[in-house]
């Protein structure tokens, strides 16, 4: 019987020692946490102190534009305490600063909403080689898959682009998405009027 009961208790010390808290994955607007929803409750669920949480993080991205989404990670202790990890901004928030467009394309596959050169994608890629998941990367790899970003956002990848073309390109593009915008509230209408 004391076997047993030492093999559970040093069962238990295993046990205690294994890490249960999950890693706190999420976007954060730089300079802008906040104690409400999303933020508040995902640091509450993993008892952080959403308050100091939010000075921190306010704090260390005050150098940053305010708005700028942030990739966070977060690692809570069994303390309590917790390791913050800020990455640099989403690759797509990047492609789509260069190429001058709000929002990806509603149809990536049928639609270029915008176009952004080899340059940008190498200026880019070296910014993005500071996150920790890249930092060992070849620079040629991160490029690769910031193409395959860009082409989900329906952003074409072109050697050179022509600053008059590409300004006459993105006036006619702010029609198309004016007439996507009224097409999405005359389905939206459609809908409550059909579910009324």
């Known amino acids: 019987m004391s076997k047993s009961v030492a093999r559970l208790k040093s069962m238990k010390k295993v046990a205690d020692k294994i890490d249960h808290s999950s890693k706190l994955r999420t976007n954060v607007p730089a300079g802008m946490a906040a104690a409400g929803p999303p933020l508040g409750p995902m640091l509450g669920q993993r008892n952080i102190n959403i308050a100091a949480f939010c000075k921190d993080f306010n704090e260390r991205t005050a150098n940053i534009k305010p708005g700028i989404p942030l990739p966070t990670r977060v690692k809570v202790n069994s303390d309590r305490s917790y390791q913050l990890t800020i990455h640099q901004p989403p690759a797509s928030y990047f492609i789509k600063q260069a190429a001058g467009v709000n929002r990806g394309a509603m149809h990536p596959v049928n639609e270029i909403c915008g176009k952004i050169t080899l340059k940008h994608i190498y200026e880019i890629a070296k910014i ?53 915008k009224k097409m999405l509230q005359e389905k939206r209408e459609a809908k409550m009027l059909r579910t009324a």
Do not use: H, N
């Not at 993005?128 to 860009?150: F, H, V, Y």
């Open 128 to 180: 993005k080689s500071q996150d920790p998941p890249l930092e060992w990367r070849p620079l040629q790899e991160i490029c690769t898959m910031l193409i395959a970003t860009a082409r989900t956002c329906g952003i074409e990848v072109v050697r050179d682009l022509d600053a008059k073309e590409y300004g006459e390109f993105l006036q006619e593009r702010k029609q198309i998405i004016e007439e996507q």
